[in-house]
């Protein structure tokens, strides 16, 4: 199967102040069409930073791509013109931010910031695109006599659904969802991710929804990168990420066990020893050997290369060295 988005090699640094932070570390990553990748990870991992570079909208001068390479389709993105990738926000990647009100302007209707883009895509009249519009918030369950109304009128789930409305109103092939229930209420959440799954099914658009929380992953992902210090660590379907018996990569069993389980009882959560690294100043070799239980001599020399543990499931760790190694 064709990927649709593939990723290599990718490194990012942020340049500061305080130094150069380590955002993103020769990071690979695929997504074919119609998949929903759950990219899984603490704060910090660099899958906002990762999410930003495909939008080349990393924050200049600070934020810069140093190597690698992200395909589109087939096609090198990373050297695309300013102008190329305007095109290709509106027409081919959405992208659904934390909080909506970043995506929101408070001075415009809810109804005139769909349509803005539908016109700008289809190329309709304004009445058509305000007729488009209209349909839109009905797919996202709003009336759509609230289109006159501005940003600051509705809930922040209600205003979670105009930011999808307008993302999927262009009828994106990838939607890049940063957290987008992180900020609502545990009700809505659940609304919410309802919602979003229809939507994908009834669009058929590839999706990234980047996450800490493996519910959301478990809800509605097919494939599961787990992420850490700015790489993946380990990629495969969630099948196997979410079955224990299959072969994990250490951070992930510390995921896992420092979820609570409501289903058994347990005799106390497991955290995770130590802190995410400094991405000023990572620990050489195998970044997460500070905080690993089974680190060896060589997890703080040598970063572990990505291993296939069985097909389609691969694992960055010293510890299944002995497997076949994957590019
Ligand atoms: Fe732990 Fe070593 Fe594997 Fe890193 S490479 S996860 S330190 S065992």
């Not at 050489?284 to 905080?291: A, I, K, Q, V």
């Amino acid at each position: 199967k064709k990927n649709l988005l593939e990723i290599r090699d990718l490194t990012v640094e942020y340049h500061t102040n305080g130094g150069v932070v380590h955002a993103v570390n020769g990071l690979n990553l695929e997504v074919a069409p119609k998949e929903t990748l759950g990219f899984v990870g603490e704060t910090g991992a660099g899958k906002t930073t990762t999410a930003l570079s495909i939008l080349n909208l990393l924050p200049h001068p600070q934020g810069k791509v140093i190597s690698g390479s992200i395909k589109y389709n087939g096609e090198e993105i990373l050297n695309k013109s300013n102008k190329d990738m305007t095109r290709i926000r509106g027409e081919k990647i959405s992208m659904i931010f934390q909080d909506p009100m970043t995506s929101l302007n408070p001075v415009m209707t809810v109804g005139d910031q769909i349509a803005e883009g539908i016109r700008l895509h289809d190329h309709l009249s304004k009445a058509d695109a305000h007729k488009k519009a209209l349909e839109m918030l009905k797919t996202v369950g709003i009336r759509p006599e609230r289109a006159s109304d501005y940003p600051h009128q509705f809930s922040g789930g209600m205003k979670q659904r105009v930011v999808i409305a307008i993302a999927l109103a262009c009828n994106p092939e990838l939607l890049i969802a940063d957290e987008p229930t992180t900020a609502l209420d545990v009700t809505i959440q659940a609304q919410m991710l309802e919602l979003m799954k229809g939507l994908k099914d009834q669009y058929d658009t590839s999706m990234i929804m980047i996450t800490h929380d493996l519910g959301i992953v478990a809800e509605i992902c097919d494939k599961v990168a787990i992420m850490y210090a700015g790489n993946v660590v380990e990629y495969g379907d969630k099948v196997d990420i979410f079955t224990p018996e299959k072969p994990h990569h250490p951070y992930t069993v510390g995921l896992f066990d420092s979820i609570p389980d409501i289903y058994h009882e347990q005799e106390e959560l497991k955290i995770i020893k130590g802190l995410t690294p400094d991405p000023t100043d990572l620990p050489s070799g195998c970044t997460f050997h500070p905080r690993c239980p089974y680190a060896c001599e060589k997890c703080s020399k040598q970063m572990p290369k990505h291993l296939e543990v069985e097909p389609g499931h691969t694992i960055s760790c010293h510890r299944f060295d002995d497997t076949k190694e994957v590019k």
